[in-house]
C-alpha cells in the first residue's frame, strides 16, 4: 500500500471550478477518485491507469471532469468544471484498489 494525500477541496459556487491533487508515496498503476455525499455510499467518479493511459468517467461527471496524473511526481489531478450543488461530497482519492487517501470536501452553493 502507498499513502494518499489529497488536497484542493473548498467552497465554490455552481458553475464554478475546482482542482483536486492526489499524491501518492510510491509508484501506483490504477489512480481514482471516489465521492461520498452526506447519507450517500461512497461512488465511484474517475480512474486513470497508468500501464495503458486509459481513463473512465462516471456518467454524472463526463464532459465536466477530466482526470490527469503526472507520474514523475506520483500525482493524480482531478480537474472539475461547472460544478452543480449535487457534485458536493467529499472525495477521496483511492491507488490500486487498496489504499485511501483522507478525502477532502468539495461544497457547492447553489
Known amino acids: 500500500q502507498v499513502q494518499l494525500v489529497e488536497s484542493g477541496g473548498g467552497l465554490v459556487q455552481a458553475g464554478g471550478s475546482l482542482r483536486l491533487s492526489c499524491v501518492a508515496s510510491?509508484?501506483?498503476?490504477?489512480m481514482g477518485w471516489f465521492r461520498q455525499a452526506p447519507g450517500k455510499e461512497r461512488e465511484f467518479v474517475a480512474s486513470?491507469?497508468?500501464?495503458?493511459?486509459?481513463?473512465r468517467y462516471a456518467d454524472s461527471v463526463k464532459g465536466r471532469f477530466t482526470i490527469s496524473r503526472d507520474n514523475a511526481k506520483n500525482t493524480v489531478y482531478l480537474q472539475m468544471n461547472n460544478l452543480k450543488p449535487e457534485d458536493t461530497a467529499v472525495y477521496y482519492c483511492?491507488?490500486?484498489?487498496?489504499?485511501w487517501g483522507q478525502g477532502t470536501q468539495v461544497t457547492v452553493s447553489s
Open positions: 483511492n491507488a490500486d484498489q487498496n489504499s
Open positions: 486513470f491507469i497508468r500501464s495503458t493511459g486509459l481513463t
Open positions: 510510491g509508484r501506483t498503476n490504477a
